[in-house]
């Protein structure tokens, strides 16, 4: 079971920024596919973004110029900057991860490893 730890949420205004970061000390971290998911009060958990090993990656349409993934895997970590925030991206964040390294899944329930959440609070 690989053990992954989000960092970086926090309260911010809106229109504000924050990085979230999913790190993991998993060896093989760096061949894992990523999803980055949260969950709003009263509502399902939700697909955000989520970046293969390669670095190709897919953003919800929710978020999609607003919010970048990306990974360094020297660093065995996976980054979600968002930007422009707006009180409806209030939630907690998750990341999870897949071996499968080639493919993007946006669906949650592919993933079987998921960190423990951020909270984001985004005020107006």
């Known amino acids: 079971q690989v053990q992954l730890v989000e960092s970086g949420g926090g309260l911010v205004q809106a229109g504000g920024s924050l990085r979230l970061s999913c790190t993991s000390s998993?060896?093989?971290?760096?061949?894992?596919?990523v999803g980055w998911f949260r969950r709003a009060p009263g509502k399902p958990r939700a697909f955000v973004a989520a970046?293969?090993?390669?670095?190709?990656?897919w953003h919800a349409d929710s978020v999609k110029d607003r919010f970048t993934v990306s990974r360094d895997n020297v660093q065995n970590t996976v980054y979600l900057q968002m930007n422009s925030l707006k009180p409806e991206d209030t939630a907690i964040y998750y990341c999870a991860a897949h071996p499968q390294a080639n493919t993007i899944y946006t669906d949650p329930a592919k993933f079987i490893d998921w960190g423990q959440g951020t909270q984001v609070t985004v005020s107006s």
């Open positions: 998993e060896r093989t971290f760096n061949t894992y596919s």
């Open positions: 970046i293969n090993w390669r670095s190709a990656f």
